[in-house]
Every structure is written in C-alpha cells, then in structure tokens.
C-alpha cells in the first residue's frame, strides 16, 4: 500500500487501467514507481523510480521479493537498464 498525494491520485485516476494487447505491465505501475518508497535496507525510504541501477542489477540477479514490491523493482530494472528513466519524468 502507498498514499498518494491528491495531486498524484489525480494523475493516477486519469490513467487507463491496463495496455491494449497482450503486455503484462500495467501503466499505473509507472505512477506507483515515482511514488512508493522502498521499505528497508541501504536505500530504505528512497523512492523505487530512484534507485541506482547497480541496485536493481543485484535483485536482478539474486531475486526480486515477493509481491508487488518485486514486481515493481523488476519494473524498474527493466526501464532502468533499457534507458528509459526519462519515461517517468512527467508523472513526477
């Protein structure tokens, strides 16, 4: 679970709720990635959009959490090592 600020729940109620065709990712996941915290470790509290690639890499190869956290941090690995950060730029 995250709190939206009424300015990003606004945002994340205009979006649809999943891709046309077969992709597996819903674009509301790029919303929760600029605003869901990581909830422990080194880089406890740092929003999931925020973290170093190096980072992710390492829960790439050791395994991701359970959930939606995991779900999440394998997101962004994939838009981090593909160089699409600046996708999330205006949701921020």
């Given at each position: 679970?995250?709190?939206?600020?009424?300015?990003?729940?606004?945002?994340?109620?205009?979006?649809?709720?999943?891709?046309?065709?077969?992709?597996?990712?819903?674009?509301?996941?790029?919303?929760?990635?600029?605003?869901?915290?990581?909830?422990?470790?080194?880089?406890?509290?740092?929003?999931?959009?925020?973290?170093?690639?190096?980072?992710?890499?390492?829960?790439?190869?050791?395994?991701?959490?359970?959930?939606?956290?995991?779900?999440?941090?394998?997101?962004?690995?994939?838009?981090?090592?593909n160089?699409?950060k600046?996708?999330?730029?205006?949701?921020?």
């Open positions: 679970n995250c709190a939206l600020s009424p300015k990003a729940a606004e945002r994340f109620a205009e979006l649809p709720s999943a891709l046309p065709g077969s992709l597996p990712m819903n674009p509301r996941d790029l919303l929760l990635l600029v605003t869901v915290r990581m909830p422990f470790g080194k880089y406890k509290d740092r929003l999931i959009a925020d973290l170093p690639g190096h980072y992710l890499n390492w829960f790439a190869r050791t395994g991701f959490p359970k959930g939606e956290l995991g779900r999440l941090l394998a997101l962004m690995q994939e838009i981090d090592h160089g699409l600046p996708l999330l730029d205006p949701l921020r």
